[in-house]
């Protein structure tokens, strides 16, 4: 029995050294401090706001009037219709800010892509703030909460804000701001550690020149989503990127209302990650396989290597105390501490996501 137990119990043994290791990278990049210290309204740049929308006549309104509300000395904010066909044209049209710009792309592309290029190109301050029109401000000094970590830096041209998802009662919207969290948790630790490999589209900050001066989205894959992502895989280093984790900057998104559209969601978010960096698909693909690999070792201990079903429930135990431990701060400072509490069942749920979605991604809607 010994014997045969050797490579299972291997297996687990590795996978729980591995899934720990990735937690106490995760600990020790939110133990960094990423205060901004506060600059003279003289000294702040003027900040182009993006907001690209499609079909959006449900959002639209509440994201404008949120932007164009924001507490900041010079900005203006571009809304690009990507050629709405649900009335959104009409509702933005009626928005009357003198900061409010609104333009109409000019070519019915998949994805987004080339409505964001010309907003960009339509800028006229040389700092662009990206959003998505589901989206609202966590504060009315989001713009300036930007601004400012942008300015701690000569070297920085790009800032990576936090996108979390709006609370809401339910278990699906528990999974999906623990995969916004968890996501956001892996993108963050990675910019710490001097290898940044994404930003969300929900906010993200970049010098106009400098997008231009890497080619825009023109050298990037042809894909239908991720634009922003893979802008930051391709020009993000070490040393031009800054963090902002304060609560102020965070921009809030609902929850997709069903499971069907939150697979269809995340498959478009992964259909990007082929295209990144070696080293960036390396490090989050097995980020996964551990994941996943460490139950399976666990239930063939108990049913090929007659490992006690007690004995492997304290494994599991003690991985998710030690997990909870090490993500508490995180967690608190991406504003989701009370997600700590049902960590158990959201990780066995991430491992059916993790199952799930190479599947279901072979199937997705490519459309905007």
Same mark, same amino acid.
């Given at each position: 029995?010994i014997?045969?137990?050797?490579p299972?119990?291997?297996?687990?043994?590795?996978?729980l050294?591995?899934?720990?290791?990735y937690?106490?990278?995760?600990f020790?990049?939110f133990? +960094?401090?990423?205060?901004?210290?506060?600059?003279?309204?003289?000294?702040?740049?003027p900040?182009?706001?993006?907001?690209?929308?499609?079909?959006?006549?449900?959002?639209? =309104?509440?994201?404008?009037?949120?932007?164009? /509300?924001?507490?900041?000395p010079?900005?203006?904010? !571009?809304a690009?219709?990507d050629?709405?066909?649900?009335?959104?044209?009409?509702?933005?049209s009626?928005?009357?800010?003198p900061?409010?710009? +609104?333009?109409?792309?000019?070519?019915?592309?998949?994805?987004?892509? +080339? $409505?964001?290029?010309?907003?960009?190109?339509?800028?006229?301050?040389?700092i662009?703030?990206?959003?998505?029109? &589901?989206?609202?401000?966590?504060?009315?000094h989001?713009?300036?909460?930007?601004?400012e970590?942008?300015?701690?830096?000569?070297t920085? =041209?790009i800032?990576?804000g936090?996108?979390?998802?709006?609370?809401?009662?339910g278990?699906l919207?528990?999974?999906? =701001?623990?995969e916004?969290?968890?996501?956001?948790?892996?993108?963050?630790?990675y910019?710490? $550690?001097? !290898?940044?490999?994404?930003?969300?589209? =929900?906010n993200?900050m970049?010098?106009?020149?400098?997008?231009?001066?890497k080619g825009?989205?023109e050298?990037?894959?042809?894909t239908?989503?991720g634009?922003? &992502?893979?802008?930051?895989?391709?020009?993000?280093?070490?040393s031009?990127?800054?963090i902002?984790?304060?609560?102020?900057?965070f921009?809030?998104s609902?929850?997709?209302?069903?499971?069907?559209?939150?697979?269809?969601? +995340?498959?478009?978010?992964?259909?990007? /990650?082929?295209?990144?960096? /070696?080293?960036?698909?390396f490090?989050?693909?097995?980020?996964?396989?551990?994941?996943?690999?460490?139950?399976?070792?666990?239930?063939l201990?108990? !049913?090929?290597?007659?490992?006690?079903?007690w004995q492997?429930g304290?494994?599991?135990?003690?991985?998710?105390?030690?997990?909870?431990?090490?993500?508490?701060?995180?967690?608190?400072?991406?504003?989701?501490?009370?997600?700590?509490?049902?960590?158990?069942?959201? &990780?066995?749920s991430?491992?059916?996501?993790?199952l799930?979605m190479?599947?279901?991604?072979?199937r997705?809607?490519k459309s905007?």
């Amino acid at each position: 029995m010994i014997a045969s137990a050797i490579p299972f119990l291997f297996g687990t043994g590795f996978c729980l050294v591995a899934i720990l290791g990735y937690w106490s990278w995760f600990f020790l990049a939110f133990q +960094k401090k990423m205060t901004s210290s506060v600059i003279a309204e003289s000294e702040l740049p003027p900040v182009s706001v993006l907001v690209c929308y499609k079909n959006e006549a449900q959002q639209i =309104r509440e994201c404008l009037t949120a932007i164009v /509300a924001q507490q900041y000395p010079s900005f203006e904010v !571009i809304a690009m219709d990507d050629f709405s066909s649900d009335g959104s044209g009409d509702i933005v049209s009626n928005i009357n800010h003198p900061g409010l710009k +609104k333009l109409q792309a000019s070519t019915d592309a998949p994805g987004k892509k +080339k $409505a964001l290029s010309e907003a960009i190109l339509a800028a006229s301050n040389p700092i662009c703030l990206v959003t998505d029109a &589901d989206c609202i401000p966590a504060s009315a000094h989001w713009i300036r909460s930007m601004a400012e970590t942008y300015m701690q830096k000569k070297t920085t =041209r790009i800032v990576l804000g936090i996108g979390p998802t709006t609370y809401e009662k339910g278990y699906l919207n528990a999974i999906e =701001r623990y995969e916004t969290t968890l996501t956001a948790m892996q993108y963050i630790s990675y910019a710490v $550690a001097g !290898i940044p490999y994404m930003g969300v589209g =929900r906010n993200l900050m970049y010098e106009r020149s400098f997008f231009l001066e890497k080619g825009g989205f023109e050298t990037l894959p042809g894909t239908v989503s991720g634009d922003d &992502d893979l802008f930051v895989n391709h020009a993000a280093t070490s040393s031009n990127v800054a963090i902002n984790l304060h609560p102020e900057s965070f921009v809030f998104s609902a929850g997709k209302a069903t499971l069907m559209r939150f697979l269809r969601q +995340k498959a478009r978010h992964i259909s990007t /990650a082929p295209h990144y960096k /070696a080293k960036h698909t390396f490090f989050l693909a097995s980020f996964a396989v551990v994941q996943v690999a460490f139950y399976g070792f666990i239930g063939l201990s108990v !049913i090929l290597a007659d490992l006690h079903w007690w004995q492997a429930g304290m494994v599991v135990v003690f991985k998710w105390m030690a997990q909870m431990a090490l993500q508490a701060n995180c967690f608190s400072r991406l504003g989701q501490k009370h997600l700590n509490w049902f960590f158990p069942l959201l &990780d066995l749920s991430m491992v059916l996501y993790y199952l799930v979605m190479p599947l279901f991604s072979l199937r997705w809607n490519k459309s905007w």
